[in-house]
């Protein structure tokens, strides 16, 4: 039932009219389209190392297909679904000049069963998706029965703690307590959110509750939220985790960049990121790896 609320709420969340700002999100100068373009740019990198040409591959949750229209592009078979009849038209619409390709977009959730056979595609892409799941190892276990044995599912995702968080107080104590506490979902970075929406709720009687909503103090970066679901909490142990628990073997952990809160205009920090970007290669400096803005997991079936 939780379930059933939660996945129509998603729904009405991707169906409203600004989601279709990622129709255009990765035009642009700003930290978004710096921070897509490089996520996306890493896993056309991870395509051009494999050896197959002729790629049949499944997306799920495509957004304004930005991805799939390069995938598309490069004579790939694609399937893409998505929970927004939006963006699937204007995933269409990016694509609809390029003729003769193999190519379909469909209005489905990934909470569902997938409507495709047993080992029947060789690559899989999830790709900032995985904190609207709400039956998280169900989606990976359709996954890898879509997937061909030894095909791979390559899995991105934004990163719950990130380098900025250090440099924002409420942000630092927002995500090392809901690490610490094993929290499942994100709330604001303020005060009030994380006394009053995560399991610390449960300490406060009505009256302190009342003086915290208050709070000018406890108020600050709160965010009015009116949609009933909130966002899992994603780091890369707990996609490993799950995908271990679906029975896929982990074969490459890498991550994308910005480090910072920057977009493409900011020359300075833009070379300090790109340095620690490659830094990042260096076994030693590995675990900049696990601070950076979005994480990328290839697994194999
Ligand atoms: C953060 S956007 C990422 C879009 C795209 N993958 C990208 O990186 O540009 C999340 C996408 O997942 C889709 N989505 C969210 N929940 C979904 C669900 N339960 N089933 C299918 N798609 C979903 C949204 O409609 C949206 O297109």
Redesign the pocket.
């Known amino acids: 039932m939780k379930n059933n609320i939660e ?1 129509k709420e ?2 009405r969340w ?1 169906e409203a009219k600004r ?1 279709l700002r ?1 129709d255009n ?2 035009k642009g100068k700003n930290y978004a389209a710096l921070k ?1 373009n490089n ?2 740019n890493k896993i056309l990198f991870y395509f051009n190392q494999l050896e197959k040409k002729k790629i049949n591959i499944l ?6 297909g ?2 799939a229209y390069n995938l598309i592009k490069k004579g790939h078979t694609y399937k893409g ?4 009849s939006n ?1 699937v038209r204007a995933a269409k619409s990016r694509c609809k000049n390029l003729r003769n390709r193999n190519f379909s977009f469909l209005c ?4 569902k069963k997938l409507k495709f056979p047993n080992n029947h595609f060789d690559v899989v892409i999830v ?3 995985m904190q ?3 039956k998280p190892l169900f989606t990976f276990k359709e996954i890898l029965r879509v997937l061909k044995k030894d095909s791979i599912f390559i899995c ?1 995702q934004s990163n719950f703690i990130v380098l900025r968080n250090f440099f924002n107080f409420r942000s630092l104590i927002n995500r090392v307590y809901c690490l610490f506490a094993n929290e499942e979902y994100e709330v604001s970075n303020s005060f009030r959110s994380l006394l009053l929406e995560t399991k610390l709720k449960r300490n406060f009687k009505q009256s302190l509750k009342k003086k915290i909503i208050e709070s000018k103090f406890c108020n600050k970066y709160f965010i009015k939220v009116n949609f009933k679901f909130k966002k899992r909490i994603i780091f890369p142990k707990k996609i490993i985790s799950l995908g271990k628990k679906a029975g896929f073997n982990v074969t490459k952990i890498d991550s994308s960049g910005p480090f910072f809160n920057i977009g493409y205009k900011n020359k300075l920090a833009l070379f300090v990121s790109k340095v620690l970007q490659s830094m990042t290669n260096i076994f030693f400096f590995s675990f900049l790896k696990k601070v950076n803005n979005s994480f990328i997991i290839i697994f194999k079936k």
């Not at 679904?81 to 927004?84: F, G």
């Not at 489905?108 to 909470?111: A, E, H, P, W």
């Open positions: 996945q998603i729904k991707w989601q990622w999100i990765y897509l996520r996306m997306e799920l949750g495509f957004g304004g930005h991805l679904i998505d929970v927004s963006l489905k959730s990934i909470d790709c900032g998706v609207y799941a709400t991105a």
